[in-house]
């Protein structure tokens, strides 16, 4: 079949009132950005759905596939716009059932929002139901639970005709949510806790701590890989790499071992929130999961987060391990999640790390030396590195978004 046009069913944002021109308009610019690199379409958006008009020769199965990966998009569906008389309603329909195996089962469903259009629903369906059979020799109907639903929609400006809805991801639109700093190691939960913010409207960017030479190149390029797959939904990713290295010896000097583990990862909370408010940032995230390990009980989080008056979000907090995963499969970060590799933290991590830590003796322990002046320094030596997909920068999609505004 040769579509014309690929309909795109908006999520939550149809919820949002006032909201909501904001929120298409985020979505849209989304949209063109994920399918810049292609060609022959042009997309217009209104209040509540939107079309991707194609050209001959488009890439169609290539823009679902890019779409199925934008937030803020419930469903989107192949589509062909016909003329607004019954005939081409029926002919189409024929069309359609003509590529089915035999045997198969079908059902009509039309909706009719041109409500002056001559025929009513029922009328539409009983018609185009039996052009169907008797163009073609061994369907038969099922309402209930048929092999194929060609659906017919009669709207003002024409009648649209398809037969696959595909899922998309719902969600906001990446953007409507404000910016949050992603604490991004090499393991399987914070790709996923990055992926979870993001479907909620928000951006982000991620940090990575890193201590060369005990964490090697590899285990860079593991994060870098990560953040790309994190990209293909977004578009580029600013990932900032932190030295780590000096501040981890420092803290392995003087705080006592079974407290080594509390006191790096509030150094790497304190390293976070100086970040955050540099990038204009709003929220630090993280995979934490609470009880998964040492660091992860009550007790340890609020030690750890003692340290930033930021709020810190925790999308996996209450999830199962095998959730997880299961998500980690999905978004096709698990596969490099479980590439052997040394992170900073398992390095120096001590055989019986205290998992009630003590406020009050964490803080004793860092006050024996100065660390403010190496977190700083940490800070100051990032590297940041733009890790895209294929997408175009955001700057030229707004651009060509205000352009052709359509509200
Ligand atoms: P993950 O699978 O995400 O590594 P984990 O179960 O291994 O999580 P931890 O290693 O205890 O858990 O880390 C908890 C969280 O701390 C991680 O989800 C991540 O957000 C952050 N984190 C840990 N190590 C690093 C790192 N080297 N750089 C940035 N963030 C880190
Ligand atoms: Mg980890």
Redesign the pocket.
């Known amino acids: 079949m040769i579509y014309d046009h690929i309909l795109v069913r908006y999520g939550e944002l149809t919820l949002k009132g006032a909201n909501r021109k904001i929120f298409v308009n985020k979505l849209r610019a989304n949209v063109k950005r994920s399918l810049m690199p292609l060609q022959g379409y042009k997309v217009k958006a209104n209040r509540d759905r939107m079309y991707i008009e194609l050209d001959e020769g488009a890439d169609i199965d290539e823009m679902c596939n890019r779409l199925k990966k934008v937030f803020g998009i419930y469903s989107i569906s192949p589509v062909l716009k016909i003329d607004k008389t019954v005939e081409a309603a029926n002919e189409q329909a024929v069309q359609f059932a003509k590529d089915y195996a035999n045997g198969d089962t079908f059902k009509i469903d039309v909706k009719r929002s041109d409500k002056n259009f001559p025929y009513d629903t029922y009328q539409l369906q009983r018609g185009i139901g039996a052009a169907v059979l008797n163009a073609t020799k061994d369907l038969t109907v099922d309402v209930h639970n048929p092999d194929h639903n060609i659906k017919v929609e009669v709207r003002l400006d024409a009648i649209y005709v398809y037969d696959k809805t595909i899922a998309g991801l719902g969600g906001l639109p990446v953007g409507t949510g404000g910016k949050t700093l992603l604490?991004?190691?090499?393991?399987?939960?914070?790709p996923v806790?990055g992926m979870e913010v993001m479907r909620r409207g928000a951006m982000i960017e991620a940090?990575?701590?890193?201590s060369p030479p005990f964490t090697s190149e590899k285990a860079k390029e593991k994060v870098i890989e990560l953040t790309r797959i994190l990209a293909s939904h977004v578009g580029p990713i600013k990932l900032h790499i932190v030295p780590f290295t000096d501040l981890q010896k420092q803290v392995n000097k003087v705080v006592h071992e079974r407290y080594t583990m509390t006191s790096t990862r509030r150094m790497?909370m304190r390293v976070a929130d100086k970040l955050v408010h540099e990038i204009d940032g709003h929220a630090i995230v993280?995979?934490?999961?609470l009880g998964?390990?040492a660091?992860?009980t009550l007790k340890s989080m609020y030690a750890i987060n003692s340290v930033t008056s930021t709020p810190v979000l925790r999308p996996l907090l209450t999830l199962d391990k095998e959730d997880i995963v299961k998500r980690a499969k999905e978004i096709g970060t698990f596969d490099v999640?479980i590439q052997p590799y040394e992170?900073?933290?398992?390095i120096f991590t001590p055989k019986n790390p205290v998992t009630e830590p003590d406020i009050e003796k964490v803080e004793k322990y860092e006050n024996i030396f100065d660390f403010e002046p190496l977190v700083q320094q940490a800070v100051d030596q990032i590297e940041t590195i733009e890790i895209s997909n294929d997408y175009q920068s955001d700057k030229d999609s707004e651009t060509q978004t205000l352009a052709d505004d359509l509200f």
Do not use: P, R
Not at 207 to 210: D, G, L, S, V
Not at 286 to 289: K, R, V
Not at 343 to 346: A, E, I, S
């Open positions: 604490m991004l190691s090499g393991g399987i939960d914070s806790a940090i990575h701590f890193h790497m993280n995979g934490e999961n998964q390990v660091s992860q999640s992170d900073c933290c398992t």
